[in-house]
Each structure stands twice: as C-alpha cells, then as structure tokens.
C-alpha cells in the first residue's frame, strides 16, 4: 500500500518521498490509518519493519504547533533506541516544523534540561530518566495527547513496569496509547488492558519476518571450543560489518578483549558503559574503525547499520523471536547476509524452535580448522602485500632489500612477511556460562511454548525472573542492558598483554 493511501497530509507526505519512500510496511498500513483515527493500538512489529514510522507519523500529524506543551511522549528500553527515534521524528517532522527531544540516563541532564525548556512538542525518553526530568519539574505531561510505549517485551524483561506506572500516572487519562512489541505475550496484553481503552490489535505473521537475503547456518560445538571456532570462520569468511551476539555483559567484555588480542578491529557494547563511551563505539562501527561489534540483544536495539554483513550469534538466544531480532540486523537494503548460530549439546531444542518460528531450515555446518582459517589469512594478506607493492615507493628501500637478498633467500623474506601479516593465535580464554535449561529432560517442548513459555517472572524491579525459557540473565553478570543508570558492576578487570597466552578474567 502506499502512503498515499493511509489519510496523511500533504507537508507529511512530502517529507516522507524526499526520503524515497513511496509503499508503507505491512505493519505501517495496518496500524497508521488506525493511530491517525485516535484509536489505541497494540502492534507486533520486529526490527527492520518500520515500526517507529507507524507510530512517528501518525504522532506528527496529530501536533498542534500553536500549542507549546509536550503532546506525545515515547518510552524507549535503551539510550540508543531512543535517539534513533528522535531523529526519525525530527526528520520526518521537519517541514511541518515539529520539535522532538530525547532524554536518557548516561548523559549531562542539564543540556537535556535546556533541551526541554525549548517546548518541544515530542519527548521520546527511557523511563529512569523520564521519572527523573518528572521529579525535578522539568517535564511536564499534562498535555500529552499520544503515549507510545516502544519495545514494550523488553521493558518488562528490564523490569520497567513500575517505572512505566509512575509515568503514566502524569499523562491525562483521555488520550491515545500506542504499544509496540516484538512479541505479544500474555503479559503484554495485560499492560494493554492496563493502560489502554479497548485497543486494536495488528500482528505481523511470522513469514514476514526473516529476509530470503540472509544465509542462515548453525554450528554444533562445546563451548569451550566457540571462540576459536567463531575467529577461524572469520579468518576463513573475511565479513566487512560483523555483529556478534552473546548472553551477558560479562561475556560481551571477554569476547570482545579476545578478539581485540587476536588482532580483530573489534568494540564491545552493553548496558555498563557510560553513554558517551558507547556514542563513540557506535561512531566507530559506522565509519568503519571497528568492524566486529560484540552486543548483548537489548544494547543492540535501536542499531540501523545497513552494511552489517555477518551476524554471528555466540549464544543461542533463550527465546525464537531474539533470534529474528538478531539477524534482521543483516541483509538490509537489498544487500545480501550471513547469519551462523554456535548450538552447544543440549541447545538443539531451541534451535528447532527457532525454525518453526521463522519456518527456515538453517543449515549445518563443520568448524573449519586452523589449517583452514590460515589458508583464509594468507589469501587476505597475498592480496594485500599486491596492494602495498603499487603503493609503496621502491627507492628508498632498494639498496637495504639487496643487502637482504643476499644474505637470506628471497623465500624466507616473503615467509616472515607473511608470517607477520597474520593473526596472532594468542590464547584466550572465555569464562564459561551456565548453560541453558535442557527442555528435553521434560520431554520437548514440555510445558514450552513459542516466545519462550512463561518468558517472563514477576515485573518488579530488580526482581529474580526464573519464569522458563527467560531471555536474559538479571544476577550480577547481567544479560544485556540493565536500566539506563550508572551501576559500574561486574567490569572486567584490565590486563596487560602477556607474550604468549593470555586469560580473561573477572574481579567477581
């Protein structure tokens, strides 16, 4: 359907084709025409399907620009997610004239407070920080006509409800409310009978959500053995644009250090780091300094890098619908991907799950050697050595490369060249993980269903979510992105590189 058809004005419309875009996403059809009617809307939409649009198009036409108060208010699980969302708001927003902010734990509240004095008509926020701009009588809701709660599976993963609680109780009651899910548990539409009138509910099937573009394989091994294996597939694959997915922030720390040892241009990013820390990473990944970027599931939401590549999934995500997440990170823009799943012994369940859900059979594949991934080096490296020669200029080395042909034979020289342009096999150890509840025992699928059974315990914060096949681990060693404040726990400690082996390990 094309935007044309879903009742938007014309100044909006033309914001919307001078980007290029002429035919609305099945999720973006279904639920604008819907929002632009003033209903409350429940919509299951994942990554890469224009969700923020359904929700950020709608919310533009609704501003009254005579009215100088904050008129929608869009709560985000992540720092990153909600900039994104600023900025799509501001850019689809900008020829109607429409002031959008965002607001996130990690940065300087006072440029946010300025920020906030300029009456915006459009606050997008994650809720610690949201609460804390409500406290000190910054922000303001009593004029908010649209709340969006975005992500709303992970914010109660993240233990938000409560918070979300308090911010709701500053909105008017008469309003319209717009919740946005990557999957629709119970839970979820408990918070819709909660928090919304009589709500409309658009779900996008499972088919659409994988791309035929993305390569989709697995990888049988012991988890002592991933992440040697993971950097022979490097070696042997050479991706441009990597994302490698772990379960824990622990485990983002040390894969990440790993590959920095193993002379991979590689940045980690989860919840613990400082918000400028992780603006400058995700700088770096885009313009091509880093190109192996290792994230926990929560910090990568709100990521819009069309060129990734790869996606390597270091662990298996607990439940089907991270893994849709996950590698709808790749083949974007009609660019092909490759996405390779690490399935331990007693991971072969969720595997199967994940193929019912997306209906794609992923196809195994035997761990390559190092005789293997050294081939794969050597090619890279024969191939750059050709591009040093055209740009490198001769004479000045000509007399030294004469003394050394003569004292060494010209095979031995290219040999320790060669020698030096390789990875350095440093070893690495990785702390090992509980493994994942083997379902089989209970016979498979026992008591499990698709999203991952009773995903989620209680919603208090803080609380000790058990519930089955939960998606993330809340101890100290955290599973992905807590909530946006500045708990520094469970870094791993720094190390100096030692000349032959190297173990990465933990204060805790």
Do not use: W
Not at 53 to 80: G, K, M, Y
């Amino acid at each position: 359907m094309k935007f044309r058809e879903l009742g938007l004005s014309e100044d909006l419309l033309k914001a919307i084709e001078d980007k290029g875009f002429k035919e609305a996403t099945p999720i973006q059809a279904e639920t604008i025409p819907l929002s632009l009617q003033g209903k409350d809307v429940l919509g299951q939409a994942q990554t890469g399907t224009g969700k923020t649009a359904a929700f950020a198009l709608p919310i533009i036409e609704h501003v009254d620009l005579d009215n100088p108060n904050v008129q929608a208010l869009v709560i985000s699980p992540t720092r990153e997610l909600a900039i994104q969302t600023q900025g799509e708001i501001s850019r689809f927003g900008k020829e109607k004239g429409v002031k959008a902010v965002s607001v996130f734990g990690g940065s300087d509240i006072r440029r946010q407070i300025q920020s906030l004095k300029r009456k915006p008509q459009v606050v997008v926020g994650t809720p610690g920080r949201l609460l804390d701009h409500i406290n000190r009588r910054t922000l303001k809701l009593d004029h908010v006509k649209t709340l969006v709660l975005d992500e709303a599976d992970d914010m109660l993963d993240m233990g938000f409800l409560d918070d979300i609680e308090s911010i709701v109780k500053q909105v008017p009651e008469e309003r319209q409310t717009l919740l946005f899910s990557a999957t629709m548990p119970p839970q979820i539409k408990r918070v819709g009978v909660q928090f919304m009138k009589d709500p409309q509910q658009v779900t996008i099937k499972a088919k659409e959500l994988t791309t035929d573009l993305v390569d989709q394989y697995y990888i049988r091994v012991k988890q002592f053995e991933k992440f040697d294996i993971m950097t022979r597939f490097f070696d042997i694959q050479a991706p441009k644009v990597t994302i490698v997915f772990c379960r824990t922030k622990r485990r983002v720390d040390e894969v990440s250090k790993g590959l920095l040892l193993r002379g991979y241009r590689a940045a980690g990013i989860h919840g613990d780091l400082t918000q400028n820390r992780r603006s400058q990473i995700m700088k770096d990944f885009k313009h091509d300094k880093v190109d192996v970027l290792v994230a926990t599931d929560v910090a990568a939401r709100g990521i819009d890098i069309s060129s990734v590549t790869h996606v390597y999934n270091y662990d298996i995500p607990q439940d089907s619908e991270s893994y849709v997440h996950r590698i709808g990170r790749t083949g974007r823009a009609g660019r092909h991907g490759v996405s390779m799943t690490f399935v331990e012994p007693n991971e072969t369940s969720y595997l199967r799950d994940i193929e019912k859900l997306t209906k794609v059979r992923m196809l195994p594949l035997k761990p390559p050697s190092a005789d293997e991934a050294l081939k794969g080096q050597l090619e890279v490296a024969t191939k750059e050595i050709g591009s040093l020669i055209e740009k490198t200029k001769m004479e000045p080395f000509s007399e030294a490369s004469d003394e050394l042909l003569e004292k060494y034979d010209a095979k031995e020289l290219v040999s320790v060249l060669l020698s030096k342009m390789t990875r350095n096999q440093v070893k690495v150890h990785i702390t090992a993980e509980k493994p994942l509840p083997n379902k089989n025992k209970r016979g498979h699928g026992g008591g499990y269903h698709r999203g991952g059974g009773n995903r989620r315990g209680g919603f208090k914060r803080g609380g000790n979510r058990n519930g089955g096949g939960n998606r993330r681990r809340y101890n100290g060693n955290g599973g992905g992105n807590h909530r946006d404040d500045h708990k520094k726990g469970n870094r791993s400690s720094n190390h100096k590189r030692p000349n032959k082996s190297f173990t990465i390990k933990n204060k805790d």
